[in-house]
């Protein structure tokens, strides 16, 4: 059974930091891409940070600078290290696993969440 194990989020007051991590169950193979998504009450799912397996990154406008997205292939975990943290960062994020290959296909795989909440 595939598994995402997410941990890592909280209650923090603006200002202060938070590191996410998340392992992939070993039975995920071919992993392309690992990042977390972010959803706030009432809006739509965003890409907050992706990491590719040789190190590529990429991230949102709003977390540059402030967020770091890293990867361990060998225990298939990827961490969000999210430092000077605002109420607008306030979301459950979602572990993301993109794998697979042209022949076998690609498949999207899914956390159930972490809830950050910032307070002002």
């Known amino acids: 059974q595939v598994q995402l194990v997410e941990s890592g989020g909280g209650l923090v007051e603006a200002g202060g930091s938070l590191r996410l991590s998340c392992a992939a169950s070993r039975n995920i193979f071919s992993i392309n891409y690992m990042g977390w998504y972010r959803q706030a009450p009432g809006k739509q799912r965003e890409l907050v940070a992706r990491?590719?397996?040789?190190?590529?990154?990429y991230y949102l406008d709003s977390v540059k600078g402030r967020f770091t997205i890293s990867r361990d292939n060998a225990k298939n975990t990827v961490y969000l290290q999210m430092n000077s943290l605002k109420p607008e960062d306030t979301a459950v994020y979602i572990c993301?696993?993109?794998?697979?290959?042209?022949?076998?296909?690609?498949?999207?795989?899914w956390g159930q969440g972490t809830q950050v909440t910032v307070s002002s």
């Open positions: 993301n696993v993109y794998s697979g290959t042209q022949v076998s296909g690609f498949k999207d795989y």
């Open positions: 990491i590719t397996t040789t190190g590529g990154t």
